[in-house]
């Protein structure tokens, strides 16, 4: 990993709704991996392979 640019924010990914810690949001297991972290043998991109995506809770 490279270390500039880097904050005390998590990294947000493409499956990600809205930044980590928002309000009215939380974690999600990944759709695209199924909360593995994985698609074959490479990270998966849409929760940069942590499994979990943040999303928008509530509403519906
Ligand atoms: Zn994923």
Redesign the pocket.
């Given at each position: 990993m490279t270390a500039s640019g880097t904050g005390p924010e998590r990294d947000t990914h493409p499956?990600d709704e809205a930044k980590p810690g928002t309000p009215g949001t939380g974690e999600n297991v990944?759709?695209?991996?199924?909360?593995?972290?994985?698609?074959a043998a490479d990270p998966?991109?849409?929760?940069?392979?942590?499994?979990v995506?943040t999303e928008g809770i509530g509403g519906g």
């Open positions: 499956g990944c759709p695209d991996c199924k909360g593995s972290g994985r698609m998966c991109p849409t929760c940069g392979g942590t499994g995506v």
